[in-house]
């Protein structure tokens, strides 16, 4: 996939995460065979580079869908034609197809980290927004936010550093560990 | 009717993540991402129980994002989605049996009054 040429130019959020997540650490078997050593990288780096798109869609998605609704204009009904019309906007288009992105994304990661894990360390995308905001908008960031933006930093960090799945994972074919049922 | 939206938002925006974690954790790992995989993927969790409420879940909340966002800034949309990382790592740890130690606590209500403070800066 395109993506993982990306990489190395990723966020540095999960650089701290162990890389052995749940079934991608080296046993005698997997050692003999050397399958899990090949697979192990690029399903760190993917893992990675899912977060990646699930920030930078939600954040694009948000801002498009935001942009493209003020432009609309008001959307508080109960009948579905305004939200119809709503749709009609291209920036409206362009922002639901990025939250499809974003949904997809989203689930892809839950079937690899806990969901405790993701929410906070998804949270950049505030950070990324608040960034736009100044560097692209010119809007001025005020001093309570980049306080927030430290914040939601040290967070994300506490949580990178730790195993992003504890949760045991189910299989739909049986009650079988991930790795025994693959 | 803001406030109605906002609990819209935040209600059926955590009923849905708390499902779509139980979902596919049971679809197994998605490790696939070429289109044709991730049609193969949609049909399979067109499928799935826990998506067919968390999903819907997660439309009713963005439409009442939507609508919210159309009378008021964004700055009045997050702060109350801000307090629903302590509440989904409660429910991460009592519903789904995360493991959750200090520094995701830490972590979370960091992230939640960062938050805070960005969206009100």
Not at chain 1, 49 to 72: A, C, K, M, P
Not at chain 1, 138 to 143: A, I, N, P, Q
Not at chain 2, 20 to 37: H, L, S, W
Request: glycine content about 8%; aromatic content about 8%; charged content about 15%.
């Amino acid at each position: 996939m395109a993506h993982d040429q990306a990489d190395s130019a990723e966020l540095q959020l999960t650089h701290e995460v162990p890389a052995p997540i749940l079934g991608a650490g080296p046993s005698t078997a997997t050692l003999a065979a050397g399958v899990f050593e090949d697979r192990s990288q690029p399903f760190c780096l993917k893992t990675r580079t899912i977060i990646l798109l699930l920030v930078v869609s939600n954040v694009l998605g948000n801002f498009t869908l935001s942009r493209g609704l003020h432009e609309v204009g008001r959307l508080v009904s109960f009948s579905p034609w305004p939200y119809i019309h709503a749709f009609l906007n291209p920036l409206v288009e362009v922002g639901v197809l990025l939250l499809i992105v974003w949904l997809i994304s989203q689930l892809s990661l839950l079937s690899r980290v806990d969901l405790s894990y993701m929410l906070p360390v998804t949270s950049v995308s505030y950070v990324l927004t608040a960034l736009m905001g100044e560097f692209l908008l010119h809007e001025r960031v005020s001093t309570e936010s980049w306080i927030g933006i430290g914040l939601i930093g040290l967070g994300v960090s506490l949580v990178a550093r730790t195993v992003p799945r504890t949760a045991p994972v189910l299989h739909k074919f049986g009650d079988l560990p991930y790795e025994a049922a693959q | 009717m803001r406030w109605l939206l906002i609990a819209l938002i935040v209600i059926p925006g955590t009923i849905a993540d708390v499902l779509n974690t139980m979902g596919m954790r049971r679809n197994g790992e998605v490790y696939d991402f070429r289109p044709y995989a991730i049609l193969r993927l949609i049909a399979s969790l067109a499928r799935s129980p826990h998506l067919a409420v968390g999903v819907p879940a997660m439309a009713v909340s963005f439409f009442a994002l939507m609508a919210l966002l159309s009378i008021a800034n964004l700055s009045f949309a997050v702060p109350a989605t801000a307090s629903s990382y302590v509440l989904e790592t409660a429910l991460a740890k009592y519903i789904l049996k995360e493991h959750i130690g200090w520094r995701r606590w830490a972590g979370a209500s960091l992230v939640g009054c960062g938050v805070l403070l960005v969206s009100r800066g």
